[in-house]
T-cell receptor, first 114, second 109 residues
Framework: NAGVTQTPKFQVLKTGQSMTLQCAQDMNHEYMSWYRQDPGMGLRLIHYSVGAGITDQGEVPNGYNVSRSTTEDFPLRLLSAAPSQTSVYFC???FGTGANYEQYFGPGTRLTVT | SQQGEEDPQALSIQEGENATMNCSYK?????LQWYRQNSGRGLVHLILIRSNEREKHSGRLRVTLDTSKKSSSLLITASRAADTASYFC?????????FGTGTRLKVLA
């Protein structure tokens, strides 16, 4: 199994540009989520999904969109990039919801917005 | 807002010593998890403790949970240089995992 994969690994955007961060998992996990990690801030939840066709907002959803058309994929879209979105983005998945199951994390995408 | 807050924020110890880090949280939980993050990498799950458990062991890791104080501790015994990493606690809140700010552990050889 490849586990959780994320692309790209690095990305530089100009303010106002849009892009999609890709996340895929091959473990048939129902639960998937996106986090951003800023220095000294820990991980903050952006959006999550409890299954295909179902998504919901996390702690910091503004400026981001998600969709979940398949169990495997959970892309994160930045609508109009801003310097405040410079961060490291992690995708994660797990069998179930809540904290009954461990989450598996991808390697992250380092995004810089200039 | 962050559910879990780790303490201390940073910890530096000698190889072979024990490392203890603490996590406090705000609301009732079903379970609490600890994760490790090596520099520049994704998080790796270490251990899960359920709300009806008080202590759990996994290799050199010992986790305790005190639901009355809304706190948990992670003890790493006989630390190694390879344990150098950031450690996060995570709790659940209605289908969401909420992570703390982390403890940066440095183990000196």
């Amino acid at each position: 199994n490849a586990g959780v994969t994320q692309t790209p690994k690095f990305q530089v955007l100009k303010t106002g540009q849009s892009m999609t961060l890709q996340c895929a998992q091959d473990m048939n996990h129902e639960y998937m989520s996106w986090y951003r990690q800023d220095p000294g801030m820990g991980l903050r939840l952006i959006h999550y999904s409890v299954g295909a066709g179902i998504t919901d907002q996390g702690e910091v959803p503004n400026g981001y969109n998600v969709s979940r058309s398949t169990t495997e994929d959970f892309p994160l879209r930045l609508l109009s990039a801003a310097p405040s979105q410079t961060s490291v983005y992690f995708c994660a998945s797990s069998f179930g919801t809540g904290a009954n199951y461990e989450q598996y994390f991808g390697p992250g995408t380092r995004l810089t917005v200039t | 807002s962050q559910q879990g807050e780790e303490d201390p924020q940073a910890l530096s110890i000698q190889e072979g010593e024990n490392a203890t880090m603490n996590c406090s949280y705000k609301t009732s939980i079903n379970n609490l998890q600890w994760y490790r993050q090596n520099s520049g990498r994704g998080l790796v799950h270490l251990i899960l403790i359920r709300s009806n458990e008080r202590e759990k062991h996994s290799g050199r890791l010992r986790v305790t949970l005190d639901t009355s104080k809304k706190s948990s501790s992670l003890l790493i015994t006989a630390s190694r240089a390879a344990d150098t990493a950031s450690y996060f606690c995570a709790t659940d809140e209605a289908y969401k995992y909420i992570f703390g700010t982390g403890t940066r552990l440095k183990v000196l050889a």
